[in-house]
């Protein structure tokens, strides 16, 4: 059940109407292109959307939408290990391919 996930995973997602997975067990096929594409027609139709890249080798986020500013943003929050996503006309991003090391 998702609505159930979504309460399990803890504060932060309360607000979360729908989630969208967008996955294939085949790489090159354009799921992040399609992941990209969806994401941002639904924030210029008016949706309050985030996306998020779980790729862990081989992050493509990073090379299809190149906002001006790439830092992900840490909590001020001590031991929250919170981080706030980065704004792209109008999506909020969070990638691997965005940390910086």
Known sequence: DPEQLLKELGPGLENVAHVL???S???GVG???IAV?????LARQ???VGLLDL???GPSLPLLVQPKDKSIRKSSKKGSGMVY???HEGV????LGFVNT
Do not use: H, Q, W
């Open 21 to 23: 997975a967008v996955y």
């Open 25 to 27: 067990c085949k790489g």
């Open 31 to 33: 799921k992040s292109t």
């Open 37 to 41: 594409n969806l994401a941002f027609e």
């Open 46 to 48: 008016g949706g309050r």
């Open 55 to 57: 790729d862990l080798y």
């Open 85 to 87: 996503p980065i704004e």
């Open 92 to 95: 909020r991003l969070l990638s």
